[in-house]
């Protein structure tokens, strides 16, 4: 059974940093993509980072120059390292992974959430 563990959100300052981390666990599977997602309260969930396996990294417009998406492979973790947050980026961030665990089908799967408050 695959699960994925998220971390990393918090109170932060307007300027401050932050690092989210999402760790996939499980049977030994083959990842398509790692991305991170965010939805603010009355809005609809939105892309942040995308990091499709063999592909193009992208961004929201709103975190281009701010925001930076890496993994690690050995252990298939995705991070979303946040820096000069603004109060706009407070939100509940989600990761999300397009696997396909051994001997299973492909599918996605969304991480728990974490919160994210950029306040002071």
């Known amino acids: 059974q695959v699960q994925l563990a998220e971390s990393g959100g918090g109170l932060v300052q307007p300027g401050g940093s932050l690092r989210l981390s999402c760790a996939a666990s499980?049977?030994?599977?083959?990842?398509?993509?790692m991305g991170w997602y965010r939805q603010a309260p009355g809005k609809q969930r939105e892309l942040v980072a995308a990091?499709?396996?063999?592909?193009?990294?992208t961004y929201a417009d709103s975190v281009k120059g701010r925001f930076t998406i890496s993994t690690d492979s050995a252990k298939n973790t995705v991070y979303l390292q946040m820096n000069s947050l603004k109060p706009e980026d407070t939100a509940h961030y989600y990761c999300y992974v397009d696997l396909a665990p051994s001997g299973g089908s492909r599918r996605g799967y969304w991480g728990q959430g974490t919160q994210v408050t950029v306040s002071s």
């Open positions: 499980g049977s030994m599977f083959s990842i398509y993509f």
């Open positions: 990091r499709p396996s063999g592909g193009t990294t």
